[in-house]
């Protein structure tokens, strides 16, 4: 072959690999570069043992860039998808944890609120019954000032009227009437007179007013002559300090 190719005189060459006693051939081409390679042993370099080249690798083949390509497009239209279904999810799961909290919750709130209004219409009995025992109340010591009025009242105006009795009789008056009227701050007694004479009830004003004071108020307004009964009629108002 180098002589044909080259023109340059050569020997055969003779590999004895000891193959072919075991019956595997080697070309004789395949021997030769294996003997190149053996030799060169200084540099470094990619054997090939064939006549045909090795292929670029992967990624910078144009098969490897569009199955590479074709893969980045698959896995950015997942994402999006992905991503919402993550998102989705966690919301579902968010959602499901804060139904089982209202639910909880609101099972509080109900019976709080059963509750409340337990307690509401225990509060409605006891405030009635608050107020009938304050009626009672107010009837028994109405009761009881009516008893201290008659016990205490009762006889101390029985006394004041007999005292004034004894004093009109001094001045020949009559009475025709006699009223009585009590407040926070005022007791009166009223007293309808009646005399022959207007100066006997002068008289008697002035001398009820030296004798009681402190002790009585006493006021006359205006005194009444009668025709038909020739008699002087007043009113006398007693107010007691």
């Known amino acids: 072959m180098a002589e044909v190719e080259l023109g340059v005189k050569a020997s055969n060459f003779e590999f004895d690999y000891g193959y072919e006693s075991d019956g595997v051939y080697i070309d004789q081409l395949h021997a030769l570069m294996h003997i190149y390679t053996t030799l060169q042993t200084n540099e470094k370099y990619d054997c090939n043992f064939t006549t045909y080249l090795r292929?670029?690798?992967?990624?910078?083949?144009?098969?490897?860039?569009?199955?590479?390509l074709s893969v980045a497009a698959l896995v950015?239209?997942?994402?999006?998808?992905?991503?919402?279904?993550?998102?989705?999810?966690?919301?579902n799961l968010q959602y499901d944890l804060l139904a089982t909290e209202y639910s909880e919750l609101h099972n509080?709130?109900?019976?709080?609120?059963?509750?409340?209004?337990?307690?509401e219409a225990d509060k409605v009995k006891i405030i009635t019954l608050l107020n009938k025992e304050k009626k009672e109340y107010a009837d028994k010591k109405?009761?009881?000032?009516?008893i201290h009025d008659v016990k205490v009242n009762y006889p101390m105006k029985a006394k004041l009227l007999s005292l004034l009795t004894k004093d009109l009789n001094k001045f020949g008056i009559n009475v025709n009437s006699i009223a009585y009227k009590e407040n926070q701050k005022l007791r009166v007694f009223t007293l309808n007179i009646i005399s022959r004479k207007d100066k006997k009830i002068?008289?008697?004003?002035?001398?009820?007013?030296?004798?009681?004071?402190?002790?009585?108020d006493f006021s006359l307004e205006h005194?009444?002559?009668?025709?038909?009964?020739?008699?002087?009629?007043?009113?006398?108002?007693?107010?007691?300090l």
């Open 55 to 68: 292929p670029p690798k992967f990624i910078q083949r144009e098969s490897g860039k569009l199955i590479l």
């Open 76 to 91: 950015l239209a997942f994402l999006y998808p992905v991503t919402y279904w993550i998102l989705t999810y966690a919301q």
């Open 108 to 119: 509080i709130k109900i019976t709080r609120q059963a509750t409340i209004k337990n307690r």
């Open 142 to 146: 109405a009761t009881l000032i009516k």
């Open 202 to 216: 002068t008289e008697m004003v002035e001398y009820l007013t030296k004798t009681h004071e402190g002790v009585f």
């Open 223 to 240: 005194i009444e002559f009668k025709e038909k009964s020739r008699k002087y009629y007043s009113e006398l108002k007693v107010s007691i």
